[in-house]
């Protein structure tokens, strides 16, 4: 049983930072890439950040610069560490692997971020 849980969102201030974490259980970790996806209100989700097996990191363009994504395979987690948040961050935050995410019940609840005054 796959499971990719979320945890870290909250509401912050523009220009604010979260840690995001993606704990994971049932895959090979370590073998896996993991991506982190969004989707505000009213749009598509929207693939966010990805980082593979071997740590290779691809960023969408709106969020180079700014967002960072690690993971620990000790301990079985995906970090989003995202700085410097907008307003136009504000969505529901999403880990899964890329392999999974086509499948509709990979998906889990993900973790609400709010940025805003």
């Known amino acids: 049983q796959v499971q990719l849980v979320e945890s870290g969102g909250d509401l912050v201030q523009p220009g604010g930072s979260l840690r995001l974490s993606c704990a994971a259980s049932g895959i090979i970790f370590s073998i896996n890439a993991v991506a982190w996806y969004r989707q505000a209100p009213g749009k598509q989700r929207e693939l966010v950040a990805v980082i593979t097996s071997v740590s290779t990191t691809n960023y969408a363009d709106s969020v180079k610069g700014r967002f960072t994504i690690s993971r620990d395979n000790a301990k079985n987690t995906v970090y989003l560490q995202m700085n410097s948040l907008k307003p136009e961050d504000t969505a529901v935050y999403y880990c899964?692997?890329?392999?999974?995410?086509?499948?509709?019940?990979?998906w889990g609840q993900g973790t609400q971020v709010t940025v805003s005054s």
């Open positions: 899964n692997t890329p392999l999974r995410a086509a499948r509709a019940d990979s």
